[in-house]
């Protein structure tokens, strides 16, 4: 039986996270924003929620977060999914 080892959140280590965001997020929002994938889904009510996928250290990750919120945008939740 093979156990993973469970991997710690730091400060200067890559994760990759997935943001969301309530409504369509023009895509040329991302220029200059590396490696990050959008996409668009409909939650319950029927209303966009623009999903963002991309690799962060978390000064990137909070470079990231200051961008949205400097347009105004409320976030939905915030996910590290996996470690890189």
């Known amino acids: 039986m093979s156990h993973k080892k ?3 959140l ?3 280590r890559p994760a990759k996270y997935q943001v969301q965001v309530p409504g369509e997020l023009d895509p040329d929002w ?3 924003v590396n490696d990050v994938t959008i996409s668009i889904s409909l939650n319950e ?3 966009p929620v623009s999903t963002m996928i991309g690799v962060f250290d978390q000064a990137a990750l909070q470079g990231f977060l200051r961008r949205l919120y400097a347009r105004g945008i409320s976030l939905i939740s915030v ?3 996996d470690f890189v």
Request: hydrophobic share 35%; with cysteine.
């Open 79 to 81: 996910m590290c999914l």
């Open 10 to 12: 730091t400060l200067d």
């Open 30 to 32: 991302f220029n200059g």
């Open 6 to 8: 469970k991997q710690k």
């Open 45 to 47: 009510e029927g209303l």
